[in-house]
């Protein structure tokens, strides 16, 4: 059984794990500015999954979820 304050602390992790993971897909994005042939392999990725592979190859840690969530932002 969940009171208010259970909830609120429910609400809070998973902001917090959607921030974290949205840092993680910003400094992604940053690295690839920098980083041709990991833009390059970016741009022939087949889907979001695929990107989510390479970022987590490279230690970064986000789902495609958060991906596809921040391109409908821009």
Excluded: H, W
Aim: glycine residues 4%; charged residues 20%; aromatic residues 6%.
């Amino acid at each position: 059984v969940f009171d208010q304050s259970g909830l609120v602390r429910i609400t809070t992790m998973l902001d917090t794990n959607l921030d974290n993971a949205e840092t993680a897909l910003s400094a992604f994005a940053s690295m690839l500015i920098s980083e041709q042939i990991l833009r390059e392999r970016v741009r022939m990725a087949t889907g979001p999954q695929q990107v989510v592979q390479l970022a987590k190859y490279n230690g970064y840690d986000f789902t495609a979820a958060t991906l596809m969530k921040c391109q409908l932002k821009r």
